[in-house]
């Protein structure tokens, strides 16, 4: 049974950071691309970062980027994403995603992804 667990999530002040960890078990992690996406209250989710399984492709969205840093230990089977200069906009519950990998595209889409988290709330205030 393939599992993904999220952790580091909690409450920063705005220009902060925060570190979200992805543990995953049950299948082979140097297999999967790993994405993170995230949903605030009232809005759909979105894609966050993406990550491909060797970890040499990295995309994020205009959003974040410059601001975050997706990363894999692929021994330790484990996703992280790096928040720098937090703003109360990222506010949302933070969702790892794995994608079993058949080829070399790292899909920015919900749809692509075969597994979830459970979701860790990140709270930036002002």
């Known amino acids: 049974q393939v599992q993904l667990e999220e952790s580091g999530g909690g409450l920063a002040q705005a220009g902060g950071s925060l570190r979200l960890s992805c543990a995953a078990s049950g299948i082979t992690f140097s297999s999967l691309n790993m994405g993170w996406f995230r949903q605030a209250p009232g809005k759909e989710r979105e894609f966050v970062a993406a990550?491909?399984?060797?970890?040499?492709?990295?995309y994020y969205s205009d959003s974040v980027k410059g601001r975050f840093t997706i990363s894999r230990d692929n021994e330790q089977s484990v996703a992280y994403l790096q928040m720098n200069t937090l703003d109360p906009e990222d506010t949302a519950v933070y969702y790892c995603?794995?994608?079993?990998?058949?080829?070399?595209?790292?899909?920015?889409?919900?749809?692509?992804?075969?597994?979830w988290g459970q979701g860790t709330q990140v709270t930036v205030s002002s």
């Open positions: 990550l491909s399984r060797s970890g040499d492709k990295q």
């Open positions: 995603a794995a994608e079993k990998s058949t080829g070399s595209i790292v899909p920015d889409h919900e749809a692509f992804y075969d597994y």
